[in-house]
């Protein structure tokens, strides 16, 4: 991890850091506002609101389940915006980039440990004791199989390899068979993936489940939803005889089109987060092309920078506030430094203020660290 210092972020696509910056604003805690709304105002439309800020059950989708695949595919969005070829350098020239990228793969592996535990209860000792998978572990290894593929293959292999990944993993969960278990059944505890946890997977899952949703073979379908992103970046930049509003109907069309194959092949194979199936994929890179769309109509296109600016200040340093979510409290600072506030709003309107207080704190040290040209990058 290194902290660059500059005077102010590095030329970019803003829309890019603006949506990511969207996106890890429900969980700093954005996704509580819907549930203090109801409580002030008792309008039943913030109840639907709410119910979209929790992660389905089993089978299904709401617009929390899109928060996670949506940063693996802005992660392939940088990506694509600046495609490398390594293959034909000297090996000299090389080396830097695959360092940079072990380097990144093992240190968000490690900042996964330490999310999943905190300081709270720490680490345990016994190393079979840890849950090593995570939300940053998949980021980590779908952003280094995407770039691999990037950096060494043509954009026609890495299609070729993309529509692979999502065709085979369907066709393995629908038909391979396995030690005490049936293909194609799609259950918590008899699923294929469940099998190659419990056997395989190091550690301990998710709430000791058969099933982790960080898991092993899941992992493998969000290199698609890094493709995918990698394809849309690779498209804004390359893209230029039909201009920009163009490319946005575009992007618009691409994203609705894969969100009705996405559901169209829940059909067979259902819409499950856990799962992470090819119906999953499809239907969360349908959602995030139509986002990044609109920011980018929005940010890059109109102009409209100072609307997005509170996004694109928690957008520059994603990874690190997403981190200290778990080894900050940030409810405890928030009730030092605007308890007394929260206190004095009726009584109705008090889970509303708690949470405005909470991403407050979160958000000026963001602006403090933007207004100063930090940016912790992994």
Not at 40 to 48: A, I, L, V, Y
Not at 51 to 75: R, V
Request: proline share 4%; hydrophobic share 55%.
């Amino acid at each position: 991890m290194e902290a660059s210092l500059a005077k102010g972020p590095k030329r970019r696509l803003m829309s890019l850091d603006a949506l990511r910056g969207f996106d890890m604003f429900w969980i700093l805690g954005g996704e509580a506002l819907f549930a203090g709304l109801l409580a002030w105002t008792s309008w039943q439309g913030w109840k639907f609101a709410d119910a979209q800020m929790h992660h389905s059950q089993w089978h299904g989708f709401t617009f929390y389940d899109l928060i996670f695949p949506l940063f693996i595919f802005l992660s392939g969005v940088a990506l694509g915006l600046s495609p490398k070829r390594l293959d034909k350098l000297p090996i000299a020239q090389r080396m830097p980039l695959y360092k940079h990228s072990v380097k990144r793969l093992l240190l968000l592996l490690f900042f996964g440990v330490l999310y999943n535990h905190g300081w709270g209860t720490g680490a345990p000792v016994a190393i079979d004791e840890v849950r090593y998978a995570s939300v940053l572990g998949r980021i980590a290894f779908a952003w280094f199989f995407a770039a691999m593929l990037v950096w060494h293959t043509s954009l026609r292999t890495q299609l070729c390899v993309t529509l692979g990944i999502v065709i085979g993993y369907g066709l393995m969960q629908l038909f391979m068979p396995f030690p005490g278990g049936t293909a194609g059944v799609f259950t918590p505890q008899d699923t294929i993936n469940a099998y190659v946890d419990t056997h395989f997977l190091p550690g301990i899952t998710y709430q000791n489940r058969a099933l982790d949703p960080e898991g092993i073979l899941s992992t493998i379908p969000a290199i698609a939803n890094a493709m995918a992103g990698v394809f849309v970046g690779h498209y804004i930049v390359k893209e230029h005889r039909r201009g920009e509003w163009a490319k946005v109907a575009y992007l618009l069309l691409a994203g609705a089109f894969t969100l009705a194959l996405g559901w169209l092949v829940d059909l067979v194979i259902p819409v499950n987060k856990d799962l992470w199936t090819s119906s999953f994929a499809l239907v969360t890179t349908g959602w995030s092309i139509i986002l990044l769309a609109v920011f980018y109509a929005l940010v890059d296109v109109l102009k409209w920078q100072k609307i997005a600016f509170p996004f694109v200040v928690i957008g520059c340093n994603a990874i690190i506030i997403y981190l200290a979510s778990s080894i900050v409290n940030w409810t405890y600072i928030s009730k030092s430094l605007f308890g007394g506030v929260v206190n004095a709003f009726p009584a109705s309107a008090q889970a509303l203020a708690a949470v405005v207080a909470l991403l407050l704190v979160q958000w000026l040290l963001l602006c403090w660290m933007y207004k100063r040209g930090i940016f912790i990058k992994v």
